[in-house]
Structures are given as C-alpha cells and as structure tokens.
C-alpha cells in the first residue's frame, strides 16, 4: 500500500502543528511512523490522499453512530446550515435539545450544553464542588474524562494517597484533592472515603470504561458504589461520553439499573459535531450561573448546526430501538469470530465486549482495571494494526482503545476483518 503523499504531509504538517496532529493519538505514534491523512469518507470507509480505502473502526472515536456522510444527517447538516451558523442569543432547537435529553436520561433533570467531553466533565466536577462546598474528587485509574488539570491524574507507586500529574503543566497543588482508586474494587474506594471522611464532592467514573481498552464493570461494582456515595453523601458523576446513548439510549445508567447523580455527554449527541453536555438533578443543576454561583459559559454552546445535527440523532436512535440490537450483533460476530481464530491458533488473547464496545487485548487472563491492561503487549498490537492498515482496516491506532461500529459496517465488511484478524495473528506469530 503506497502513503507517499500522507508521509510527506505528515513532514510538512510537522511544522506547523505540535507533532501534525491536533490530538496526540491521530499520530499513531504507538502503532506507526506516521499517520493516514484523510482526503475524504463515505458510510464505512475513509479514503487517505494516496487514494487508499480503509474501513473505518474508529468512527471518529463514537460520534458517528450511522457511518460517514449518512444522507438524513447531511440533509439535516444542510437544513440547519441555511437558518444561520451561530447566533449568541438563545434559539429553539436549544430547548428541544435539551428537553430530548432529559427525557432520555431519567437522572438529568437539567442540561447545559458546552463544546466538548472535556468541558462536561470540568464543568460537572465544577458544579458537584459548588453544590457540596466540598473539594476532593475521587477518579479510577486509566478512566479517562479529558485534558482538564484536576483529571489529569495517575496514582502513583501503587498507594492511595500518593498521586502524581500525567502531564507537564499541571500543578501539584491542582491534582492534591484528586484521589485515584481501583476500577471494579470497591475497597479501594471504601478506605480512599475512610481516609478523607466528609471531605469528597464527587465521585467520577467511566460505568464502562472504554480509554483503557474496554473494561467491563464486575456484577454489582456500579451498585455497591451508587449505594457507596448516597450513604456518604458524596455525588456519583457518570461519563458517559462514550456510553451514552451508545450501548443503549439510557447509556450505563439503563444498561446497569443506577441513577448517578450527574451525568456528562459528549461524542454521540453532537452528531459529528463538536459537543458536549453536562447535567443531573435539579436541585444540583441549579447552582450553575445565572440560576447559582457556578460559573460556567460559552461563546459557541448550544450552537444550532452541533443541535439540530444531535437532536437528529437522538431521535433516530430513540425512534429505532433496534438499531442497538444490530449494533450489538456487529460487535458479538466480531467478538465470536475474534474468539474463533485465537482458539484455531492456540492463542489466549483476551477479547473484551460490552454491548457494542469491544476491544481486544495482547493480554491473556481477565482484564479487569488498569493493572490488567498493562499487561498488554502493545509492540505485538502495533505489528497487528499495521498488517490490518495493510488490508484496508483501519483499528484504533492504540492498544487501549476500543473499536466503534456503526450501523454503516456489513456483514460482509465484518467477515473480511475477522479473516484479516486471523491473518494478522498468524503473521504476528510466525
Ligand atoms: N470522557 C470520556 C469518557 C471520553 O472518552 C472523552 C474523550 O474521548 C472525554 C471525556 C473528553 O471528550 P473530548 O475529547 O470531547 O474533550
């Protein structure tokens, strides 16, 4: 497969842009010596500037629930697109927005749009400290919530109480009220709430966390921590910018029977468009400004084309419940077929899958928290990512994501990447 022209954009885009990309893993650092660069995309496929065809299992990381260029999403691009760009001054599909979203999500009374995951989760964490005059926040290891300084956290040397900045620039004194725990150990929470009694605003989790790979909650995690918080007196966040509206329309809260007490979107509710939402309960919800002394803002929230692209989403999902069964069948051939080759080829590779999130890992055993995933052998992932690039699939270009279906992808589209999986391994292990 020739990329003459995306490495030689990949050296020009080198100067002009921090590593030639505007977000570090689209580098494909772990996987690659250079990235793709996308000339366009059409339901399933990518197509890179050499004119090379990729089949797509990134989905531009989840938005893009119906595959590229999706006609009733275009035609509502375009709708929209005629009635203005942006406005600075409240607008209708604003409300309707977000009325969908309250209905959806029995939890979220209120909702406030911003631009970006990121911008949820700060906000959320913002809004949950303002409601309780409590500052310390509980995170797990290898959860994910975007780039803002509290949550860029990791636990260091294996204790509780020591913790140290995964980024440069992030004060010590920012990350000193983050506590990192255990994924799927409740002990690990129970004794970080011991140590700081009535000192804990909120706890935030990914329900199921998908930026370590995807790591299935064990039975009864989620409960004991919902049951955790309301006797502590601490609000339960759930991020489920990826989950919402992904593995079911009521995300992890449906899925998983429990009402966290906030709750952040992102990804899918803007329909390919930059988004974001935070919300939960009323009485919460109204600390934020001007109702409260939370503030929070946005030159660009709520923007019409990002709502009208969403709400067009959140309708079609809400008015075709079985795309989620169709989904999850995506994901369950892949998983079965994954299963198939690893056991044909005397493997034991460790194939995660909840709903229609599916990773798999260069790992064996379960794969339960962040300890297990870095089991993983990322060299081996990398080799196996090229040799299915090679083939015209393009895979998370990191061992510690999860892949994303959309219900562009066929059978037949599945088939190939199962034959091409058994393939790879074979290469890999030859
Ligand atoms: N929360 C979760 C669970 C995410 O996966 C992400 C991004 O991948 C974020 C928050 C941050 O979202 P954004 O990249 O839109 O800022």
């Not at 909702?111 to 949820?120: F, K, L, P």
């Not at 004060?171 to 725990?181: G, L, S």
């Not at 994954?338 to 044909?344: E, G, Q, V, Y």
């Amino acid at each position: 497969m020739n990329r003459d022209k995306s490495n030689a954009l990949y050296e020009k885009a080198k100067n002009y842009i921090p590593g030639g990309v505007n977000s570090p893993v689209r580098a494909f650092g772990s996987v690659d010596k250079a990235p793709i660069f996308v000339d366009r995309a059409d339901g399933a496929y990518i197509y890179d500037i050499d004119g090379n065809k990729y089949l797509d299992y990134i989905s531009s990381w989840g938005p893009l629930i119906f595959g590229h260029n999706d006609p009733e999403m275009i035609e509502t691009f375009k709708s929209s697109l005629e009635k203005g760009i942006t406005y600075g001054v409240p607008s209708y599909i604003e409300v309707d927005m977000a009325q969908e979203i309250v209905k959806a999500y029995p939890a979220c009374e209120m909702v406030r749009m911003v631009n970006s995951g990121t911008e949820a989760t700060m906000s959320a964490i913002r809004t949950a400290r303002g409601y309780t005059r409590k500052d310390k926040l509980i995170k797990f290891e290898g959860c994910y919530h975007g780039h803002s300084d509290c949550l860029l956290v990791k636990s260091g040397s294996g204790t509780l109480t020591f913790n140290a900045p995964t980024s440069l620039g992030v004060p010590e004194d920012v990350i000193k009220d983050t506590i990192v725990c255990t994924f799927n150990d409740i002990e690990s929470v129970k004794s970080a709430i011991n140590q700081n009694k009535d000192q804990i605003a909120a706890i935030i989790i990914e329900g199921v966390p998908g930026n370590m790979g995807v790591v299935p909650p064990c039975p009864d995690f989620l409960k004991q921590l919902r049951k955790l918080t309301k006797d502590e007196g601490i609000l339960l966040i759930l991020d489920e910018v990826i989950t919402g509206f992904r593995i079911a329309y009521g995300g992890v809260s449906e899925v998983y029977g429990i009402e966290p007490d906030m709750v952040c979107f992102g990804k899918i509710i803007g329909g390919g468009l930059p988004v974001g939402a935070y919300g939960g309960k009323r009485e919460i919800m109204q600390v934020v400004s001007p109702l409260g002394g939370v503030y929070q803002a946005g030159t660009l929230s709520g923007n019409p084309l990002a709502m009208h692209m969403g709400l067009k989403t959140l309708q079609r999902l809400r008015e075709n419940p079985s795309i989620y069964s169709d989904l999850e069948a995506k994901a369950i051939k892949l998983e079965q077929g994954f299963k198939k080759n690893l056991s044909d080829l005397g493997l034991n590779y460790t194939i995660t899958r909840v709903k229609s999130m599916i990773s798999f890992f260069f790992a064996e055993g379960e794969i339960a928290n962040y300890q297990d995933v870095q089991k993983s052998d990322t060299d081996k992932y990398g080799e196996f990512f090229r040799f299915m690039l090679n083939k015209g699939i393009l895979l998370p270009p990191a061992q510690f994501e999860g892949l994303f279906v959309n219900t562009a992808i066929t059978d037949e589209e599945l088939e190939y990447t199962i034959m091409c999986h058994k393939e790879a391994l074979r290469a890999i292990h030859n």
